[in-house]
C-alpha cells in the first residue's frame, strides 16, 4: 500500500475507486458532476439546440471544473477502460490463433473456445 497527499493506494483491490481509497458515493457525485458539466458545454437549454465546441474550449471546461483529484480519478477510469479493451482484444486474438492452430481438435472445441472469447 502506498500514500500520496489526495489518494491511498491499496495494490491488493480490483475495483478502482477501492483501490484508490475513495467511495462509491464519491463517484456517483463526480459522475453527476461530469453530466452537469457535458449539459453545461453541449446544450443551450433556452433555444433547445446542441452547441458545437472546439477542443480547446473542452480541455477549458475541464481544467476550471474539475480538481487535480477529480482529474486523476477520471484519467484512471479511463486507462483502466482502454487497459481492459487492449486485454480484450489481445485475448481474442489468441484464442483465434488457437481455433486456427486446432486442426483435429474434438466437435465442439471451437465453439468452447469462441465462447471463452467471448465472456472477456
Known amino acids: 500500500m502506498s500514500n500520496t497527499s489526495i ?3 491499496d495494490h491488493t483491490k ?3 475507486y477501492d483501490a484508490m481509497g475513495v467511495s462509491e458515493s464519491y463517484l456517483d ?3 453527476d458532476k461530469v453530466k452537469d458539466v457535458i449539459h ?3 446544450c443551450d437549454d433556452v433555444n433547445e ?3 458545437e465546441r472546439s477542443p480547446s474550449e ?3 471546461a475541464t481544467l476550471n471544473n474539475f480538481s487535480y483529484s477529480e482529474l486523476v480519478i477520471l484519467a484512471s477510469f479511463f486507462l483502466v477502460e482502454h487497459i481492459q479493451q487492449m486485454e480484450d482484444k489481445a485475448t481474442k486474438a489468441a484464442i483465434e ?3 486456427a492452430m486446432s486442426g483435429d481438435a474434438p466437435e ?3 465453439d468452447f473456445l469462441r465462447n471463452l472469447g467471448n465472456n472477456n
Request: net charge positive.
Open 97 to 99: 490463433q488457437m481455433i
Open 29 to 31: 457525485e463526480l459522475q
Open 49 to 51: 439546440k446542441l452547441i
Open 40 to 42: 453545461n458545454l453541449k
Open 108 to 110: 465442439g472445441f471451437e
Open 14 to 16: 480490483s475495483k478502482v
Open 58 to 60: 473542452i480541455v477549458e
Open 7 to 9: 489518494f491511498k493506494f
